[in-house]
């Protein structure tokens, strides 16, 4: 007699590959394009970070001016230069028509000494560095130049003759003006009442960081002296007119000198500890220590573009003399923002690697992460720039740099460690955003090597990618 036996149920099996979804099959994959595209979605952001730093430094320069509009801005010295008057007579439609002339007499000597003392004007968080300055202007005319210029001395109005100094801000100027000559003293006047006399045009930067693009004219103002009584009407034969100049005035962020001698001496001294030399030409020596800097120059009429004489509407002429200013500025040693914007253009290579960490860390581990704690991660990432410019604008960029790393890795390693129920896989990716920071922060303190170590070190982590993602499979 057969026993009925109960039928019992076939274990389950998984399905074959071939029967799972496309989703399952190639879940992996999408994660990863999923993470790729989030990256790339976090360059909004980032752009944003970018523009919020040109903000700050747009705001930071308003302060500076706003504070140097009031004290004196940055001050080019021009001259002093002899202005010398003539008449031309010319023939249009057979008339005779007299038109006035004027040339510019360039000194033969010029030695120039300036004395500054600088210090810090704050405006809010914002500060600028402002001088006090003693210049002192000495040299000689030569005035047989002018009869090599094809000028009668008949045509020539001695008693019109000039002396003109072309500065950048009349108001930094603090104490009365006078010319010391053949044992006169001979006030200086404000203005340059020179018929078509070339203003002179240039382009300088505030800061070498900063890239604002500033104009400034060498005769756009100035100061002048009435020399009737020192040159003689018809005294053409007279060749050496000395001069001495003294002037005490304020200023802001630089000072220049534009070299009008024939032979020109400068040497500048102050209390400043951190000077940017700029302009044509540099300084044959120069001392800096903590105390300040002492630097002086020496340009020859051969060195530039232009001679001793000049007509005062030759505007190519007069643009060639504003191009050739020298000087210093005074410049901060660190410029927070230049920094600021560097280190956001390595920001896509920190999310990245981050995010490559993580990925890699989930399937080895086969731990699971929500794509919204990528979104996250990223953010907090992305937070690090403005926490680093706020802070930095406050306390430097070196110390805010290290604050703000602090605060991001350790917010990021609590939250990978909660989210992958793991303190060593927290700590491992606390680690390497560690590594990361440093590494970046290494690159923005670096000039000249910086393109060399960032490619070897992203060499090198390519290399580590490529040795674990053997075990991957998508």
Known sequence: METNKEQQPEPLLPAPAEKRNLVERYSTTIKAVAVGILTLMLLIPLAMVQSLIR???????????????????????????????????????????????????????????????????????????????????????????????NVQPSQIRWNDAELIIGLSDLKGIKENVSLQSNGQTISFEPGIPVENLEA???IAAVSVSDKFAVPYGLFTVGLNAKIDSLIKPGSDSQEALPFAISLKMNGSEGIYIVPVGKTTTADIKSDWATPSFDGEFLPQTREIDKTGFSAQWKVLDLNRSFGQVIRADNSNAINQMA???FGVRFIQAVDQYQQNMRSVKYAILIILLTFVAVFFIELLQKKSVNPFQYILVGLALVLFYTLLLSISEMIGFNLAYLVAATMTTLLIMAHMGSILKSRKQGFLIGALLAFLYLFIFILI?????????????LFAFLAVIMYYSKKVKL
């Open 200 to 202: 002179g045009s240039g």
């Open 55 to 149: 903000e700050r430094q747009n705001t930071r320069q308003g302060a500076v001016q706003d504070i140097t509009s009031k004290w004196g801005g940055e001050q080019t010295v021009t001259g002093p230069c002899l202005v010398i008057p003539y008449e031309e007579t010319t023939i249009e439609d057979k008339k005779e028509i007299v038109v006035k002339r004027n040339l510019l007499v360039l000194p033969e000597t010029l030695d120039t000494k300036i004395t500054t003392r600088v210090e810090k004007r704050r405006r809010g968080i914002y500060d600028a560095s402002v001088y006090s300055s003693d210049l002192s202007l000495s040299g000689q005319f030569d005035l047989s130049v002018i009869s090599r210029q």
């Open 323 to 325: 191009s050739s200013r």
């Open 445 to 457: 303190q670096m000039e000249s090597y910086a393109l060399l170590v960032g490619s070897l070190g």
